[in-house]
């Protein structure tokens, strides 16, 4: 019969079989191809797949040295699949101890030296009672012929599964049962061999043997139900064995529970809201902030000392400890287990100890093989920025190469060594200041400085403090430019381009920006409520000449006087918005100013505070500012070299 703790154990090994067999191996020139087809061949979408990449894929240099993706793929297991594991484990396992509880009734006859006795079991589950002439039958081939029928019939009917004394018999003591026992060399087992009475002689109940066992040095591990079992139902002149000692355990040592992948090259995939997977976030970084547990030491276990049947003690050792393995910017917690970050950043395991680093650099560009890039610190690359890829961290991002059409997002400063091409759709947004060589067909947006030191071409740049165009081709040619204090560049405009030029200082562009975005939703609320106020006056109008509305008009007027108070509140709470900020542009005591050092040519807008003017004449060496309300040209004003200066003392020319 199969137990159900065998069965479980039985059930487990077929599952982890089962799930292994699904493990197969995939490539594609890509790894979205290489994922795909594992799909394919596990007949599975690609949500449900998981995977870890073997051979990382080359593109190739001019045709050349191409590389394929390699991956080995698996089912994912969620918590959905070890549910229905579990159920069908559990029905199995209610089925075999279904199956084990059918079992029929049954009796045993002992011959003890005071006399006859009999044990009825019941039946388990359907099992069949047993019957008293089988019961009768038992007892004439023990040879006894003197008992009481009565008392038998009692014991048949209560099943009590006791021995019972029925009678007496005729005891020849030479006939009785004998019984040894034998002991392993290691004394880790215990076996008994019992010989068959003979006619007249007594069988052993189980309080002789035991007492023969202690009497024998076995003393521990007895399995008195297999002792009792073999007393009911005895097995003759063969070995059983009825005791067992117990082996020693050596404690387990201790460890270390990663909070985090310790694999750095795993590819961890995620399925968006959408149901798809975006193949260019590949998790590779694991961010954490400071204060995050990082690891859990697990102590070491004390060893199980074992015993033999003899009573002997067996010694186990002890599991040994380890030392916490703590590298660079963590801690351990006041319990000393646990390890914690100092800081925020990114986890790694290196050379067998956790350290959290600030600055995460990415050897080469930002592209397939490294996905998109969130970092809770510094980012450097020492690359390019591919297109459609985005970058963002909590601290700076310094890149050696070009940043194309892409995200860079930053609390910190950018920092962009060669240029800036954002093809109309690039965007690139800095808490504190962004320093390039150049910016082309981009969307800048900075916390304080934009620093440039070639140009600004066709481009939308928002600063909040300034934004300096200094080298010997800092020229800002096309586009919107909007900054608090200034704009400063070489030329402005272009002799031949058609493209629009405008520069505007003096405000806050967020703020501005806030402020046109509120005004235009108060406009367009405005309107809606002036021709609300017109439906509920005709409505109420035709309530007083005919008394009464339809049904559906008056639930139509009492929907028009709740929109209107919504609206009311709305306009209020917009035009105090709106009043906030006016207040905040009111108070900024950037007096505003846009320079150039050499030329600003016809065609350039010039937007100072609420002063506009449209440049017709071409200027050498001027800075337009505001006086009296209106837009001056004066002579030109270098910029202060504070702003120049950037981090590590980076200067733009």
Request: contains cysteine.
């Given at each position: 019969?199969v ?45 449900r ?17 191409t ?37 029929d ?71 009785d049962?004998?019984?040894s ?10 076996s ?102 990082l ?41 000393g ?73 930053a ?9 800036i ?23 800048v ?66 703020s ?63 035009k ?24 600003v ?53």
């Open positions: 019969m137990d159900f703790v065998q069965l479980q154990h039985v059930m487990k090994e077929r599952l982890e079989r089962d799930r292994a067999i699904r493990i197969i191996d995939a490539e594609g020139a890509t790894l979205e191809e290489a994922v795909a087809e594992a799909a394919t061949l596990l007949n599975l979408p690609i949500r797949i998981e995977y870890e990449v073997t051979i990382r894929g080359f593109s190739g240099f001019l045709g050349t040295g590389k394929n993706w390699k991956i080995k793929a698996y089912e994912r297991v969620t918590a959905e699949t070890i549910e229905e594991e579990r159920e069908a484990a559990a029905e199995a396992a209610a089925e075999a101890a279904k199956a084990e509880l059918d079992e009734g049954g009796a045993s006859v002992q011959l003890r030296y005071d006399g006859a006795y009999l044990k009825v079991t019941p039946p388990a589950g359907r099992g069949k009672k047993i019957n008293p002439p089988a019961v009768n039958q038992l007892i004439a081939s023990r040879g006894i012929s003197d008992y009481d029928k009565e008392k038998v019939e009692d014991v048949i009917r209560e099943e009590a599964a006791l021995y019972v004394r029925i009678g007496d018999f005729q005891h020849i003591a030479a006939n049962s004998m019984i026992v034998d002991i392993t060399a290691d004394e880790m087992k215990a008994i061999t019992v010989t068959p009475p003979g006619n007249g002689g007594c069988d052993i109940p189980i309080e002789t043997c035991l007492s023969f066992l202690r009497n024998n040095r076995v003393v521990f591990g007895i399995d008195e139900k297999a002792l009792s079992d073999f007393t009911d139902r005895p097995s003759y002149k063969e070995p059983a064995q009825i005791a067992a000692g117990i082996r020693p355990a050596d404690g387990r040592d201790s460890y270390i529970q990663y909070n985090f992948e310790t694999d750095q090259t795993r590819v961890r995939l995620r399925e968006g809201s959408n149901g798809r997977v975006d193949f260019k976030d590949l998790n590779i970084i694991q961010n954490v902030v400071e204060g995050q547990p690891a859990v030491k697990i102590p070491a276990e004390d060893g199980t000392v074992g015993r033999t049947v003899t009573g002997k003690v067996i010694p186990a050792k002890n599991g040994r400890d380890m030392a916490l393995p703590l590298g660079k910017n963590v801690h351990v917690g006041d319990d287990v646990t390890i914690i970050a100092d800081m925020n950043g990114q986890v790694i395991l290196n050379g067998g100890k956790i350290n959290v680093e600030p600055v995460y650099t990415i050897q080469g560009d930002v592209n397939i093989k490294t996905g998109n890039v969130i970092f809770l610190g510094a980012v450097v690359i020492t690359g390019n920025v591919e297109d459609g890829y985005s970058v963002k961290a909590a601290g700076n991002i310094e890149v050696h190469g070009t940043v194309e059409k892409a995200e860079l997002d609390e910190g400063d950018i920092i962009v060594n060669q240029g091409k954002g093809s109309s759709t690039g965007l690139i947004r800095s808490g504190r200041s962004i320093w390039a060589r150049f910016i082309e067909n981009a969307h947006e900075s916390g304080n400085m934009v620093m440039v030191s070639d140009g600004i071409i066709n481009s939308q740049v928002d600063a909040f403090k300034g934004i300096i165009c200094q080298g010997k081709k800092a020229s800002i040619v096309g586009g919107r430019l909007r900054a608090t204090e200034e704009i400063n560049a070489k030329s402005i405009g272009s002799p031949t381009s058609g493209t629009e030029t405008i520069c505007e200082v003096g405000f806050d562009p967020k501005k920006e806030q402020l046109e975005t509120l005004e235009a939703q108060q406009a367009d609320a405005e309107k809606e409520l002036e021709e609300v106020q017109l439906n509920i006056q005709t409505l109420i109008n035709i309530k007083k000449q005919r008394k009464s509305l339809p049904e559906d008009k008056e639930a139509y007027l009492n929907e028009l006087m709740d929109k209107r108070q919504l609206l009311t509140e709305d306009l209020k709470k917009n105090g918005e709106i009043e906030e900020i006016q207040n905040f542009l009111n108070t900024l005591k950037a007096r505003g100013r846009v320079s150039a050092s050499s030329k040519y016809p065609g350039v807008k010039i937007l100072i505070r609420d002063a506009k003017e449209d440049v017709r004449n071409e200027y050498r060496a001027v800075t337009f500012i505001l006086e009296d309300g209106l837009v001056r040209v004066t002579k030109y004003e270098e910029p202060d070299e504070e702003s120049k200066k950037g981090p590590d003392g980076y200067i733009t020319n």
